[in-house]
């Protein structure tokens, strides 16, 4: 896929998670997929996999938000096998905080699939939010 496919994928999966449906994200995931959190939060590291990066990184995070996960993309740059996506975020913690926090992800893709994610944002936030990443 060319760098315009790579882009409507991700614009079909951004627009599906802004109105906090995660299904085609996690569909288009491929089994080796690898997300980096950026950073030296808790949550920062490496998470390798999809069964990781669903268990260590959204299950944790699920337990923190009221509803459903909900992330709007402003924009998106694609360049080859990579799209970068600026986002931000519409969602309360359980706590009844709001998390709305503000993102960069640069995704790489191939054969239709997400390889891999780097992720951007507000440390501060996610600590004052969201604490620690244990379940």
Request: aromatic letters at 10%; a negative charge.
């Amino acid at each position: 896929m060319g760098a315009r496919e790579n882009k409507q994928l991700m614009q079909q999966i951004f627009e599906e998670l802004s109105k906090g449906n995660s299904e085609p994200f996690v569909a288009s995931m491929a089994d080796d997929f690898r997300w980096t959190v950026t950073g030296t939060t808790n949550w920062s590291r490496t998470y390798e996999g999809k069964q990781s990066v669903l268990a260590e990184l959204f299950g944790p995070l699920r337990a923190r938000i009221n509803g459903r996960i909900r992330t709007t993309a402003h924009r998106l740059i694609a360049e080859g096998d990579f799209v970068v996506v600026e986002a931000r975020g519409n969602n309360t913690t359980r706590s009844g905080a709001a998390y709305n926090n503000s993102y960069c992800f640069v995704f790489r893709l191939a054969d239709n699939q997400l390889k891999e994610v780097t992720e951007y944002f507000d440390t501060e936030l996610v600590t004052a939010a969201l604490g620690h990443a244990e379940a």
